[in-house]
């Protein structure tokens, strides 16, 4: 029978180096109880397209299954899993977007009330998805994309398109009732909208530029495809759709939703805004206070945030892959994510490198962080050797980066290590983790700073103050923060998981932290900035720092609310999803943005405007010389071209 197992998984051309537990070289394949054995192979060509070329491993491995059935046969590995991880993406992607698009759809109905207006947000969110799509095609030639890529591209693309869209017709609607003839409502839009979008974008841009100062291939495919999506949608919102918006004129109300319209009130009418803005500016320092301490204590548990690689605990539990590999686990510990050793030498068969090789594995045993098998694979050239070395742990915890540590700094130097000419390196799912935090932890400062200062020059050129940059910028930490240490309660902590149906690992997926940051740093940054635009225009006129908050957040309560709906029930299609990094994903983005368009904006961004009132506006005299940036007043209402008068 295990001959012919091992005869039909070699039959499919799709395998070498195979070790079958009945060669007496490799009895450590078997487990002391002598209940189980495993058989081990390599997937030839590429370890980059291993996962589309174990298909027929898989399909032999089943048929064996099924002509043995009083026998437990499966597979698992590296190629399955990553298989299995993109199977599961490709489902979850799908399912993303029969949930995302309708949902916005009805948002967008109830906050525009006519189709025509709804549906052209949803629109140009789907053409920057898709274009962004092509684009990236060509661009991750040049340097790859990850798993994550779609799914952010997705994320980000209809959140960031629809808010650009809805910012620019709200506008162009609201100077349209208000008596303007359609091209010059469409000019007020494009000199206070297009305005808005143009700095949101560009300040989304620069934040997620900041994933290229990483060094991590995860970063370079996540941070390609999200600014490729941001760039068309700012594009698309500047170019095609004040296009439409002419060809169209009032069209654009087409298809009124009689409900829908007589629920919706005029810019700046809204009862529950005007009474929570009220309360807000007369108390504003216990408003600020309260809000503060609520975000801080939000934000509490991410001091204690652990991050992992995700790995085969990503999948749902149901997966066979997945139950496949937690049965090594337990029969062997750490085989089914070991610790890959790679050693290289003029030749890996010479007696001073096998005798340091044997000498490798007491020494691996004797630490008792480590267990069997461990097996030797040697390449044809006899230059290389790879040794797969089981971790204590599941080879995301503490304890297997402990065991990784002992490995590297105390095994490997005190016999390969002592052999001249001989390098070895060390790789696996727990080295990657343990390799990317500590360059995470090199890089991070670097990242941070480097979104911060270039997002606090673009508000300083754009408002010509020191205090507007400096308040967004502590306002969107104080955000991220929070949304931070929920991702820690919810996933590393695992309050969440009955709720949001995962097995908690006790970890975060390593490539999140930053990526939140960036991100919602940058989507952050559309509120704020389309709220301070209309409160900066209304300061202009007035001259007036308490009237102007009023006017601008009043005047923007409606578009703010709808677009923080759309993008929080967006995110939160992510968090149906069975892949824990993507719910993890989208509850984060969810949670900031749900945050930062309620205790932020509607309670801390007030508050603290009414205690600077004038200072907000500080800009020190050798900062004087940038040119203003916005127009004091919207463009006035064209006059029709007199006509000539005859007199007789």
């Excluded at 002391?32 to 491995?61: C, H, K, M, Y």
């Amino acid at each position: 029978m295990g001959r012919s197992i091992r005869a039909g998984v070699q039959a499919t051309g799709r395998v070498t180096q195979v070790h079958s537990p009945l060669d007496p070289r490799f009895t450590n394949l078997i487990s002391p109880t002598q209940r189980a054995a495993l058989l081990e192979f390599q997937i030839t060509g590429n370890v980059d397209n291993a996962a589309s070329r174990v298909g027929p491993v898989l399909a032999a491995v089943q048929a064996a299954a099924a002509a043995h059935p009083q026998i437990q046969m499966a597979e698992t590995g590296d190629a399955t899993i990553n298989k299995a991880v993109n199977d599961t993406v490709l489902r979850d992607l799908h399912r993303a977007e029969a949930l995302s698009f309708p949902i916005t759809l009805v948002v967008l109905l109830i906050a525009f009330g006519a189709v025509v207006a709804a549906l052209l947000p949803l629109g140009l969110a789907t053409m920057a998805i898709l274009a962004a799509t092509g684009l990236v095609a060509f661009t991750s030639h040049l340097s790859g994309v990850t798993v994550q890529a779609s799914s952010v591209m997705l994320c980000i693309g209809l959140a960031v398109g629809v808010d650009y869209s809805m910012f620019y017709v709200k506008r162009q609607r609201e100077e349209r009732a208000a008596g303007r003839p359609i091209l010059d409502a469409i000019e007020v839009a494009a000199a206070t909208s297009g305005r808005s979008v143009l700095i949101s974008g560009l300040t989304v841009l620069l934040a997620m530029a900041g994933m290229f100062l990483t060094g991590s291939r995860i970063f370079y495919g996540i941070g390609q495809a999200s600014m490729l999506v941001v760039a068309v949608a700012v594009i698309g919102s500047l170019t095609l759709l004040p296009a439409l918006l002419a060809l169209l004129g009032d069209r654009v109300d087409r298809g009124q939703l009689p409900l829908m319209s007589r629920l919706r009130r005029p810019a700046g009418q809204s009862r529950i805004w005007t009474a929570i803005l009220d309360r807000v500016l007369a108390r504003p320092a216990l408003t600020a206070a309260v809000a503060v301490c609520v975000l801080i204590v939000l934000a509490t548990p991410v001091l204690r945030l652990q991050t992992a690689t995700p790995g085969a605990s990503d999948l749902p539990q149901n997966t066979a892959a997945l139950q496949t590999y937690d049965r090594i686990q337990q029969v062997f510990p750490g085989g089914g994510a070991p610790a890959i050793v790679v050693v290289e030498a003029a030749d890996v068969t010479a007696p001073a490198v096998v005798a340091a090789g044997a000498a490798f594995e007491r020494a691996a045993l004797a630490s008792g962080q480590m267990n069997q098998p461990i097996t030797f694979v040697v390449n044809p050239a006899h230059t290389a050797a790879i040794i797969q070395v089981p971790l204590a742990g599941n080879g995301e915890d503490a304890t297997s980066i402990h065991a990784l540590a002992t490995l590297r700094n105390t095994v490997i130097p005190a016999t390969l290590g002592q052999v001249p000419g001989v390098r070895v390196a060390v790789t696996g799912e727990t080295a990657g983790t343990a390799d990317f935090n500590t360059l995470m932890g090199q890089r991070s400062f670097w990242v941070f700073a480097f979104v911060l200062l270039l997002a606090f020059l673009l508000l300083l050129v754009s408002f010509r103050s020191i205090v507007i940059p400096a308040t967004a910028v502590i306002l969107n930490l104080l955000s991220v923060g929070a949304a931070y240490g929920v991702i820690v309660a919810l996933f590393q902590w695992g309050w969440g998981q009955s709720l949001l149906g995962f097995t908690s690992v006790h970890s975060v997926a390593s490539w999140l932290p930053l990526f939140l940051f960036v991100v919602l740093f940058g989507l952050s940054m559309d509120y704020h900035v389309f709220i301070l635009s209309r409160i900066r225009e209304s300061y202009d006129r007035t001259g007036q720092t308490d009237q102007a908050v009023v006017h601008g957040i009043k005047s923007t309560a409606g578009v703010v609310t709808a677009a923080a709906i759309v993008m929080v029930f967006v995110f939160l299609t992510f968090a149906t999803l069975s892949m824990v990094q993507l719910k993890e994903m989208g509850v984060g983005l969810a949670v900031a943005v749900l945050l930062d368009a309620t205790v932020v904006r509607a309670l801390l961004l007030p508050a603290t405007m009414k205690l600077l009132g004038p200072r907000n506006w500080y800009l020190p005299r050798w900062l004087r010389w940038l040119p203003p940036t916005s127009p004091s007043e919207p463009p006035p209402t064209r006059q029709p071209p007199k006509q000539p008068v005859t007199v007789g």
